[in-house]
Nanobody
Framework: VQLVESGGGLVQPGGSLRLSCAAS????????MRWYRQAPGKEREWVAG????????NYADSVKGRFTISRDNAKNTVFLQMNSLKPEDTAVYYC????????WGQGTQVTVSS
């Protein structure tokens, strides 16, 4: 099982980034997918989730209206479009697959700074 995040980087406040998470080794279309993040010195927090078929999404209040989660089951990939980024969005972002078990990726760093 592998979950590989990409797309992180350094961006100025107000900017955008699109994270991707490529999955392999399990039946991707069976699993709900989530994005989490962990800022320095803080606990990991849930950011967004999407159902296995992509029909339902939900978001943490802190990112609602700015972030959009989506998935492409044909490509075994989940995305997180992040707009209007703020310095407090700085964190390592992790994707996770959940069904009977939960799988985690290694994370990708997002830094929002001028």
């Amino acid at each position: 099982v592998q979950l590989v995040e990409s797309g992180g980087g350094l961006v100025q406040p107000g900017g955008s980034l699109r994270l991707s998470c490529a999955a392999s080794g399990f039946t991707f279309s069976t699993y709900a997918m989530r994005w989490y993040r962990q800022a320095p010195g803080k606990e990991r927090e849930w950011v967004a989730g999407i159902g296995s078929a992509g029909g339902s999404t939900n978001y943490a209040d802190s990112v609602k209206g700015r972030f959009t989660i989506s998935r492409d089951n044909a490509k075994n990939t989940v995305f997180l479009q992040m707009n209007s980024l703020k310095p407090e969005d700085t964190a390592v972002y992790y994707c996770s697959a959940i069904w009977l078990v939960q799988y985690w990726g290694q994370g990708t760093q997002v830094t929002v700074s001028s």
